[in-house]
T-cell receptor, first 115, second 110 residues
């Protein structure tokens, strides 16, 4: 079946602009995660949804970052007033159950470049 | 929060040899430990995982061991092949969050 899908695959934006990154999880998966990966580093946790609600948003670096999942499926990560330091690969993952600490499957990521 | 350390950062082995990657974690409440393989330009791919109530798990050429007392876990790849070349990440999961190591770049030399 289809895996986690992220769009766009690449996004170049100017400093100060607003961007939206989209994640389509595997159908039926209740948990959804956003991670950020800088070059040569492991993924860094941003936010975790169970259904429609953010179960844990402690990884969001500041109030310029916001994520939603209004119908418990597709999620959008929104970044306001982008800065060059926001440049990274943004990864989305989904997990099949509402039980924490179960397997998570990643999408291919969105490479964001802020110029 | 949880802190995961991973070693080595780079590893080169001859085709057919074994590769071992080691990780340690800090929070004894972590109870799920997946390993991911990431190829250039792609997202991490889950290759094997282990839960805290299990000491060892094997899937063909890949095995993972867990020592809860020492808070460390390891990935073992036997009979390595060139297509095993990639970056491997370990992770520890607690309360729904995944904490990742910094990755090991594995090169299998034909």
């Amino acid at each position: 079946g289809a895996g986690v899908s992220q769009t766009p695959s690449n996004k170049v934006t100017e400093k100060g602009k607003y961007v939206e990154l989209r994640c389509d999880p595997i159908s039926g998966h209740t948990a959804l995660y956003w991670y950020r990966q800088s070059l040569g580093q492991g993924p860094e946790f941003l936010i975790y949804f169970q259904g429609t609600g953010a179960a844990d948003d402690s990884g969001l670096p500041n109030d310029r970052f916001f994520a939603v999942r209004p119908e418990g499926s597709v999620s959008t990560l929104k970044i306001q007033r982008t800065e060059r330091g926001d440049s990274a690969v943004y990864l989305c993952a989904s997990s099949p159950t509402g039980v924490p600490n179960t397997e998570a499957f990643f999408g291919q990521g969105t490479r964001l470049t802020v110029v | 929060g949880e802190n995961v350390e991973q070693h080595p950062s780079t590893l080169s082995v001859q085709e057919g040899d074994s590769a071992v990657i080691k990780c340690t974690y800090s929070d004894s409440a972590s109870n799920y430990f997946p390993w991911y393989k990431q190829e250039l330009g792609k997202g991490p791919q889950l290759i094997i995982d282990i839960r805290s109530n299990v000491g060892e798990k094997k899937d063909q050429r890949i095995a993972v061991t867990l020592n809860k007392t020492a808070k460390h876990f390891s990935l073992h790849i036997t009979e390595t092949q060139p297509e095993d070349s990639a970056v491997y990440f370990c992770a520890a999961s607690i309360l729904g969050q995944f904490y990742f190591g910094t990755g090991t770049s594995l090169t299998v030399i034909p």
